[in-house]
């Protein structure tokens, strides 16, 4: 059986693995330009829930995010441009507005915000873990795996202060046939 530390170790070798740079296939291209995109429209998600949450705690969890997304951002951009991909064409930024000054019926509320963040972070984690596991390239392979861990650790922080709040989304308990109750 595999332990962790065998894993870790693996990783680390394949980082610093002196492969030859082949040219990327076209799942990889994909994969880059699809995160990019992610990574952009989750910046305007987060912006448009910083113009309507007054919460001091949402506001640091999607500033946080903000960085997160802006760094990774960067990253595949440099990557890509490095690459002769294009990048994917986003939305426009929004800009800054007082949260009081938003209607109430286009508002999102608190609850809302935090677990939209949270699925943009669930389809991140999951997009990098298919993406690394489906390249050829390491170097690539790696990117996908450092902003899948820097996302899972926000993901973790995010999935605590909304289990505080009790905003966390429970699907219903599963009970088998003939379980004792």
Same mark, same amino acid.
């Given at each position: ?26 799942? /990889? ?11 952009? /429209? ?49 939305? /426009? ?56 861990? /820097? ?31």
């Amino acid at each position: 059986m595999t332990t962790i530390f065998e894993t870790v170790k693996d990783f680390f070798q394949m980082t610093i693995d002196d492969e030859s740079q082949n040219p990327l296939h076209v799942g /990889e291209v994909m994969s880059c330009w699809m995160y990019l995109a992610l990574m952009d /429209e989750a910046t305007v998600y987060i912006q448009i829930a910083l113009n309507t949450t007054s919460d001091d705690e949402v506001k640091d969890l999607l500033n946080q995010s903000m960085k997160q997304c802006d760094t990774q951002g960067k990253r595949f951009k440099e990557f890509m441009k490095k690459e002769g991909i294009h990048l994917p064409p986003t939305s /426009e930024e929004r800009p800054n507005s007082e949260p009081n000054a938003v209607p109430l019926g286009v508002k999102l509320t608190d609850n809302e915000i935090t677990n939209g963040l949270s699925m943009k972070t669930v389809v991140a984690i999951t997009h990098c873990a298919a993406a690394a596991s489906q390249c050829i390239r390491n170097d690539l392979s790696v990117l996908f795996t450092h902003c899948m861990l /820097e996302k899972m650790k926000f993901g973790s922080s995010l999935k605590d202060a909304m289990r505080k709040k009790g905003w966390i989304k429970v699907p219903p308990y599963y009970y088998p046939p003939g379980m004792p109750k």
